[in-house]
């Protein structure tokens, strides 16, 4: 834990925006790290402590959180909601890798976070939406339909986003804009 607080704390001193790949499969206090370096984000934290979860709510750092991996690894899945109720904001990704998680899909992310992280429909498109653009810097740009903003978003088949979350297995696309641009 020593030479990963030296080496971010050098990365923070050069300007570096810092971010964690955390207790993923134990906890090595990597969340609580992340909360008291202020990271950006921390990733994965499916075995995170509520030492970790107070610490990053108190560094104000985005949890991002990638459900698929715990399906794809039979993990229990991150504690999305100790983490909001202690005001940690939640972020949504896929983790499309070819060793632990080979899933592309944010429908079927966005199923796991509300069927089996008890997120709220809701909780889960701005986990998606906004937070995620949070993490990565990119809440000026991306995130929210706004002006200003990228309009990048997707037209459902349903009547809310609840569809994402109930119709798993299916892909409720109507259609695709980038840059408000139909591209799909």
């Not at 108190?58 to 459900?67: H, I, Y």
């Amino acid at each position: 834990m020593q030479q990963s607080r030296r080496i971010l704390n050098k990365a923070k001193e050069l300007g570096f925006r810092i971010k964690l790949h955390a207790d993923e499969v134990n906890d090595l206090g990597g969340a609580a790290l992340a909360g008291e370096l202020r990271a950006a984000s921390a990733e994965h934290l499916l075995a995170a402590s509520d030492a970790g979860i107070a610490a990053m709510a108190k560094g104000g750092t985005v949890a991002v959180l990638l459900p698929a991996t715990a399906y794809s690894l039979k993990k229990p899945f991150s504690r999305a909601r100790a983490m909001i109720e202690h005001g940690v904001p939640v972020a949504l990704a896929t983790d499309l890798n070819p060793g632990s998680c080979f899933c592309a899909s944010m429908p079927f992310v966005f199923s796991l976070a509300v069927m089996c992280m008890n997120l709220t429909p809701e909780e889960a498109l701005v986990g998606a939406t906004l937070n995620a653009a949070w993490a990565i810097g990119a809440e000026k740009e991306a995130g929210s339909l706004e002006p200003g903003k990228r309009a990048d978003f997707v037209v459902l088949d349903g009547d809310t986003p609840a569809v994402l979350a109930y119709a798993s297995g299916t892909r409720p696309i109507r259609s695709v804009w980038i840059a408000g641009e139909r591209v799909g």
